[in-house]
T-cell receptor, first 114, second 110 residues
Framework: DAGVIQSPRHEVTEMGQEVTLRCKPI?????LFWYRQTMMRGLELLIY????????DSGMPEDRFSAKMPNASFSTLKIQPSEPRDSAVYFC????????????FGQGTRLTVV | QKEVEQNSGPLSVPEGAIASLNCTYS??????FFWYRQYSGKSPELIMF????GDKEDGRFTAQLNKASQYVSLLIRDSQPSDSATYLC??????????FGKGTHLIIQP
């Protein structure tokens, strides 16, 4: 398996533009997580899905952020409009819901909003 | 709100010595505990997990869990320069996601 695949790896955009980050989880995994990492706040859980259903989006910073998981093999995180404070590395991770299994991370998308 | 606390460091350890990394967590109901390693510019990768009180050993790594004290630690024996990284403590798992600490930056001095 190729692991969790994220795209793009890097994204530079202007303030106010829409940004869409993409994630393909590991085949067979039924939980998917979106994290944001900054120096100041560390690794923060934004939202997670179980069996394609959003379970908890309390970590989403504000309404400008939205996430979808239309099927078991694809998820998106959208920011509209983007702001400079959204600049961070965004990680997608997936796992198999069991007794507590590890989450496997993608390589991340480094987002810079100028 | 679940919280996971770690000393940010940097923690500097001579090569060959034991590195000791510590973590405390707020949710007494937590059942699963993980240690991830993250190299600069890379994604986190799992190195250890522990579910039961006591010690769990895997090669040069030992995870220790004390649920009564809400405390998790990671020991790295015979530290190598390649162990230099940020170590993230995480709590939770399964369908609930992981809550991460901010990580401890470990430097192994040759």
């Amino acid at each position: 398996d190729a692991g969790v695949i994220q795209s793009p790896r890097h994204e530079v955009t202007e303030m106010g533009q829409e940004v869409t980050l993409r994630c393909k989880p590991i085949s067979g995994h039924n939980s998917l997580f979106w994290y944001r990492q900054t120096m100041m706040r560390g690794l923060e859980l934004l939202i997670y899905f179980n069996n394609n259903v959003p379970i908890d989006d309390s970590g989403m910073p504000e309404d400008r952020f939205s996430a979808k998981m239309p099927n078991a093999s694809f998820s998106t995180l959208k920011i509209q409009p983007s702001e400079p404070r959204d600049s961070a590395v965004y990680f997608c991770a997936s796992s198999w819901t069991g007794e507590s299994t590890e989450a496997f991370f993608g390589q991340g998308t480094r987002l810079t909003v100028v | 709100q679940k919280e996971v606390e770690q000393n940010s460091g940097p923690l500097s350890v001579p090569e060959g010595a034991i590195a000791s990394l510590n973590c405390t967590y707020s949710d007494r109901g937590s059942q699963s505990f993980f240690w991830y390693r993250q190299y600069s510019g890379k994604s986190p990768e799992l190195i250890m997990f522990i579910y039961s009180n006591g010690d769990k050993e895997d090669g040069r790594f030992t995870a220790q869990l004390n649920k009564a004290s809400q405390y998790v630690s990671l020991l790295i024996r015979d530290s190598q320069p390649s162990d230099s990284a940020t170590y993230l403590c995480a709590v939770g798992g399964g369908a609930d996601g992981l809550t991460f600490g901010k990580g401890t930056h470990l430097i192994i001095q040759p």
